[in-house]
């Protein structure tokens, strides 16, 4: 079990859909640049599980999530945020969360580029942690 205290100690935190071929595929990315300096945590593993239960709402698996101290970022609301990160934050993160390819959905088909991608264009959300749970 995850407590809000290790939560906090894992920021920043991208909340990703770990079932998602196409979504591993940006978290793989974005791990690249980051350099370890982010924490990687799928939406369905017990971590992830934990901050869906703490910080987010109803909303949280409908977009991939950037976590600092501050905000949670969703969706649209989180490229800035997160590429912010990528270019200052300093220390090394350790993802909670192993990023595999595999596809249980039919992911990889070209219907499915296209919903995830207007889904990221679509869905965007900021939640303030001074006001969460």
């Not at 690249?32 to 017990?46: C, L, N, P, Q, W």
Request: proline share 2%; net charge positive; hydrophobic share 40%.
């Amino acid at each position: 079990m995850y407590t809000i205290m290790e939560i906090k100690e894992n920021i920043p935190i991208v909340l990703f859909d770990n079932q998602c071929y196409l979504c591993t595929k940006f978290a793989k990315m974005v791990r690249f640049f980051a350099r370890d300096k982010i924490t990687f945590v799928g939406h369905y593993s017990e971590f992830g599980n934990k901050i869906r239960e703490n910080i987010l709402d109803e909303s949280a698996l409908e977009m991939f999530w950037f976590i600092n101290q501050k905000r949670a970022y969703g969706g649209r609301a989180a490229l800035v945020p997160l590429i912010k990160s990528i270019f200052t934050e300093k220390t090394k993160k350790i993802s909670a969360s192993k990023i595999n390819d595999e596809c249980e959905q039919d992911c990889k088909t070209i219907k499915a580029v296209f919903v995830r991608s207007a889904s990221l264009i679509t869905n965007s959300k900021t939640i303030d942690l001074s006001k969460s749970k």
